[in-house]
């Protein structure tokens, strides 16, 4: 069975054939290509991910070393310290045992071996110098203590002395 087609539709039957090959090229090239992209948007995805988790990672590992080194300080604190015995010893070192109106001391469990215990300390009439002082003692007593909440008001009738109330907070393990 032979076919007569002239060369003009030779021409077009080529031309045709040629335009179905790169379309099908295109459309093979195409798809390897947009893969490529998908490839390349997903690895960068993944790769912000892996930060991501890395960052975690290392914020896990520095949380859990300051619980350790927390561990270790409450190991290393007497079992019968009490922050009330500490801050009443402190406050008749430093001269302003007569300021302290009330001390109110206060537990609060944080989980199934720790807990937080406070000290909330009513002061009134005490002078800057002496409030920073305490302050500064408190925090670096070498207990694992420290000033958790502090609201300073002035007096009316003389400026320079303060009202104070200051919470003093430590963690204990639970007994």
């Known amino acids: 069975m032979k076919l007569n087609i002239t060369p003009r539709e030779k021409r077009v039957l080529a031309i045709a054939a040629a335009a179905v090959v790169l379309l099908a090229v295109y459309l093979i090239v195409d798809g390897i290509v947009s ?60 001269g302003i045992r007569e300021k302290i109106g009330s001390m109110k001391p206060k537990k609060i469990p ?39 909440r502090l609201r300073i008001k002035p007096r009316y009738d003389d400026r320079n002395q303060l009202n104070v109330i200051l919470q003093v907070s430590t963690y204990e393990k639970k007994t």
């Open 35 to 94: 893969s490529y992209q998908d490839l390349g948007r997903k690895i960068e995805l993944k790769q912000q991910d892996l930060a991501k988790i890395i960052r975690l990672r290392d914020q896990y590992a520095e949380t859990h070393r300051q619980l350790e080194e927390v561990r270790s300080r409450l190991d290393k604190t007497q079992k019968d310290f009490s922050v009330l015995s500490f801050i009443e010893d402190l406050a008749n070192r430093e």
């Open 110 to 148: 944080l989980n199934e071996e720790f807990e937080e215990s406070s000290v909330e300390i009513q002061m009134d009439n005490v002078s800057l110098p002496k409030l920073v002082d305490f302050a500064y003692k408190i925090e670096n007593s070498g207990h694992l203590l420290k000033i958790k």
